[in-house]
């Protein structure tokens, strides 16, 4: 058994001096070139457990050596659980949860004062950086509603990033819930992978990031062999054209398209349960999840 503090003892890392330098080393010409990068990361709802404590480290992380980044949080599990609790019944239409007013009440206190509170608090605990922000806030977020079916559910029709510039001059974290409005100033729910691709196209990101609840986009769901490392915006399409992508992998799919196709450089499907996804993925040669690019 090692003993603490001797040549090639492990940390609680699991990794001995060398390994961890070699990591460094590997980790360096990737931070050189992110640098003053934009990068949006949207935080799924089914990747939150009741600790944001390794989330929030690896967005602190990513800021100490000089990313910027933008976290888009959705909530869609927290705003069922609640809305389970209080008694109210929940329909679907085509895969989307219907939200009349009572509902989108709901919605609005789960993701505003729960959700995104959580989020900057824990981004706080490591120093005075996070901004807790609605998509009704300086009509970041402007909003058109997406089908009378679904009552107030909206599609981003517009998005100003004026007041996500300031925060960023200002070495900020722009925490962003994705309620929006529309010109009358109706509030709509909006999806939160299409509002992170939205907002990464206007912004405009380097990156656009997705943490999810599986490890990239797979052409079998339920096999982990099959994750697709790399891919481009057309072979995506395709996937999705012939039902290979499917169910709750569509938002995000599409927004990697829209994302890339429209000037971001690169979007990436991560699992955010594992531990330090986010840096894996940005700051080695490998990655671990999905990279996609526009060819």
Known sequence: MA??????????????????????????????????????????????GDDLSAFAADVVALRSVGVKPVVVHGGGPQIGALLARLGMP????????????????????VLVGRVN????????????????????DAALLTTTRRDERLGFVGDVASVDPTLL???????????????GTDDAGQAFN????????????????????????VDGIRTDRHDPATRIARTTAAELARL?????????????????????????????????????TLLLEIFTDRGIGTMVTAT
């Open 165 to 179: 510039h300031r925060l960023l001059d200002e070495d900020l974290v722009p925490v962003i819930a994705t309620i």
């Open 117 to 136: 509170k959580d989020v900057v608090s824990a981004l706080n605990a490591h120093g005075p950086m996070a901004v807790g922000l609605s998509g009704e």
């Open 240 to 276: 999705v054209d012939d039902g290979t992508v499917a169910e709750g992998m569509v938002p995000k799919v599409r927004g990697c398209i829209d994302a890339v196709t429209s000037g971001v450089a690169s979007a990436h499907v991560l699992d955010g349960r594992a531990p330090h």
């Open 190 to 213: 909006v999806n939160a992978d299409t509002a992170a691709a939205a907002i990464a196209v206007a912004l405009p990101a380097d990156r656009l990031v997705f943490l999810t609840d």
């Open 3 to 48: 003993v603490t503090g001797a040549p090639g003892a492990l940390d609680a890392s699991g990794l001995g001096p060398a390994e961890k330098a070699a990591v460094l080393v590997e980790a360096l010409p990737w931070i050189r070139r992110s640098r003053g990068q934009i990068v949006v990361v949207k935080y799924g709802g089914n990747a939150m």
């Open 90 to 109: 929940t329909s679907f239409v085509d895969g989307l949860r219907v939200t009349d007013a009572d509902t989108l009440d709901v919605a609005r206190m």
